[in-house]
């Protein structure tokens, strides 16, 4: 069997790790000739040496000599964007698994949808900023193609696999409903970030586990799967399923619904976006549905989750409005982190952000970075 040549970019974190462990189980498949990350350089050697990788990368010239330091004989230490950029649109890498948090993930998928790779993407921050310019990018370079991680596109994907695009007239993504699920709209606004911290279902990184309390990584979720599944000109929607046995449903023209089930662990979707069209066995835990015993669905609450309306509102919208909303909360996230704003505010520096935003179809990547500087810069002046 030909190896793919994977790149594993944002190999120290949550999705990372998974990614590692999914990497190394399989190694007659694979072959990991880069592994990057920003920081975390003790944990970026030890991966490095774990996938045998030919290179590690930091994207922080800062960090370099540190990595140059802990990595194994055999792996050349490398640092910064330009260099990223480079080696994953280079003739050593087949497959970028991008795993890097936020939008630092835009211009190496850029780049290697540029060069024809496949992309395995986790970010979902780059498809929530620039959409418009990664379906654009995958129009111009018909060789690339780009295959969802986040658990709820993948299932959407595989309950899409095979589908005419005029069959499928709604597309639904799962939420556990986080810790929040059944509280009151006073509670939920002076909760404690211990208490946002603490989700129900999933072990996850710490931006993204108060996403999910929030209702905000729906809400990301469903920009996500408009530009994803863009071609179907599907309905979005969104049911709070608080078991996350089911991830994703699309719904048929004639009423039929197909459902992804899985366990709550990112490796079954991380390998089967490396591996698809075909699928491995993992030595993960199986789903048992009669030990689950009963599965619920309920309708999200638009009232005590504003979250649902900026979603929308972004879908609709289009153009630089994700990305300030996204920008909106990335700030808000890291104000709520500092101890600075309440877990109500987060919601009131998102609106105004949005309701205040001058919105244009995107156009390039210079353009997208003075908006995500613009509505930075606003979300941090938010008065509250
Ligand atoms: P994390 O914070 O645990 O890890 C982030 C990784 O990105 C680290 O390796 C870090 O070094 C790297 N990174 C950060 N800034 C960087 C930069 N400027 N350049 C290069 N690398 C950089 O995050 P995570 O929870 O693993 O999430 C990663 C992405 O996957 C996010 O976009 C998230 O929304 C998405 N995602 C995560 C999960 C999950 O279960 N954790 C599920 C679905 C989707
Ligand atoms: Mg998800």
Same mark, same amino acid.
């Given at each position: 069997?030909?190896?793919?040549?994977?790149?594993? $970019?944002?190999?120290?974190?949550?999705?990372?790790?998974?990614?590692?462990?999914?990497?190394?189980?399989?190694?007659?498949?694979?072959?990991?000739?880069?592994?990057?990350?920003?920081?975390?350089?003790?944990?970026?050697?030890?991966?490095?040496?774990?996938?045998?990788?030919?290179?590690? $990368?930091?994207?922080?010239?800062? =960090?370099?000599?540190?990595?140059?330091? @802990?990595?194994?004989? /055999?792996? @050349?230490?490398?640092?910064?964007?330009?260099?990223? #950029?480079?080696?994953?649109?280079?003739?050593?890498?087949?497959?970028?698994?991008?795993?890097?948090?936020?939008?630092?993930? #835009?211009?190496?998928?850029? @780049?290697?949808?540029?060069? /024809?790779?496949?992309?395995?993407?986790?970010?979902?921050?780059?498809?929530?900023?620039?959409?418009?310019?990664?379906?654009?990018?995958?129009?111009?370079?018909?060789?690339?193609?780009?295959?969802?991680?986040?658990?709820?596109?993948?299932?959407?994907?595989?309950?899409?696999?095979?589908?005419?695009?005029?069959?499928?007239?709604?597309?639904?993504?799962?939420?556990?409903?986080?810790?929040?699920?059944?509280?009151?709209?006073?509670?939920?606004?002076?909760?404690?970030?211990?208490?946002?911290?603490?989700?129900?279902?999933?072990?996850? /990184?710490?931006?993204?586990?108060?996403?999910?309390?929030?209702?905000?990584?729906?809400?990301?979720?469903?920009?996500?799967?408009?530009?994803?599944?863009?071609?179907?000109?599907?309905? $979005?929607?969104?049911?709070?399923?608080?078991?996350?046995?089911?991830?994703?449903?699309?719904?048929?023209?004639?009423?039929?619904?197909?459902?992804?089930?899985?366990?709550?662990?990112?490796?079954?979707?991380?390998?089967?976006?490396?591996?698809?069209?075909?699928?491995?066995?993992?030595?993960?835990?199986?789903?048992?549905?009669?030990?689950?015993?009963?599965?619920?669905?309920?309708?999200?609450?638009?009232?005590?989750?504003?979250?649902?309306? =900026?979603?929308?509102?972004?879908?609709?919208? /289009?153009?630089?409005?994700?990305?300030?909303?996204?920008?909106?909360?990335?700030?808000?996230?890291?104000?709520?982190?500092?101890?600075?704003?309440?877990?109500?505010? #987060?919601?009131? #520096?998102?609106?105004?952000?949005?309701?205040?935003?001058?919105?244009?179809?995107?156009?390039? $990547?210079?353009?997208?970075?003075?908006?995500?500087?613009?509505?930075?810069?606003? @979300?941090?002046?938010?008065?509250?």
């Amino acid at each position: 069997m030909t190896k793919n040549n994977v790149a594993l $970019l944002g190999a120290t974190g949550s999705i990372g790790r998974s990614a590692t462990v999914v990497l190394s189980c399989y190694k007659e498949r694979f072959n990991v000739p880069l592994v990057a990350a920003r920081s975390s350089i003790k944990e970026l050697a030890a991966c490095a040496k774990e996938l045998n990788s030919a290179m590690a $990368l930091t994207t922080d010239k800062a =960090f370099y000599s540190e990595l140059s330091a @802990a990595l194994p004989q /055999g792996t @050349a230490a490398l640092s910064g964007m330009e260099k990223l #950029i480079e080696v994953v649109s280079s003739d050593q890498v087949d497959t970028v698994l991008c795993a890097i948090i936020g939008t630092a993930g #835009i211009r190496p998928v850029l @780049a290697a949808i540029e060069a /024809g790779k496949t992309i395995a993407l986790a970010s979902k921050e780059v498809m929530v900023s620039a959409g418009e310019l990664v379906n654009a990018a995958l129009k111009a370079n018909p060789q690339a193609r780009l295959i969802p991680v986040d658990s709820e596109h993948s299932g959407v994907f595989q309950s899409l696999a095979g589908r005419a695009k005029n069959e499928v007239e709604t597309i639904i993504l799962t939420a556990s409903g986080g810790p929040f699920r059944t509280w009151s709209a006073e509670r939920i606004a002076s909760a404690t970030l211990a208490e946002a911290l603490n989700h129900p279902t999933w072990s996850m /990184g710490k931006k993204i586990t108060i996403d999910s309390a929030s209702m905000m990584n729906k809400a990301l979720e469903l920009v996500e799967a408009r530009y994803l599944f863009e071609e179907y000109n599907a309905k $979005l929607d969104v049911l709070v399923h608080p078991q996350s046995a089911v991830h994703a449903l699309i719904e048929l023209t004639d009423g039929s619904l197909i459902a992804q089930c899985a366990i709550t662990d990112m490796k079954l979707p991380i390998a089967y976006a490396l591996t698809y069209p075909e699928r491995v066995t993992l030595p993960a835990a199986k789903l048992s549905l009669a030990e689950m015993g009963k599965l619920e669905f309920f309708a999200p609450d638009r009232k005590r989750f504003p979250a649902f309306d =900026f979603a929308y509102a972004a879908v609709e919208s /289009g153009g630089t409005l994700p990305c300030a909303m996204n920008a909106a909360n990335e700030v808000a996230v890291e104000r709520f982190c500092a101890g600075e704003i309440t877990f109500g505010s #987060i919601y009131r #520096i998102i609106d105004k952000v949005m309701s205040d935003w001058h919105n244009e179809p995107q156009k390039s $990547l210079e353009q997208l970075d003075a908006a995500d500087a613009e509505a930075r810069s606003k @979300a941090r002046e938010v008065k509250l």
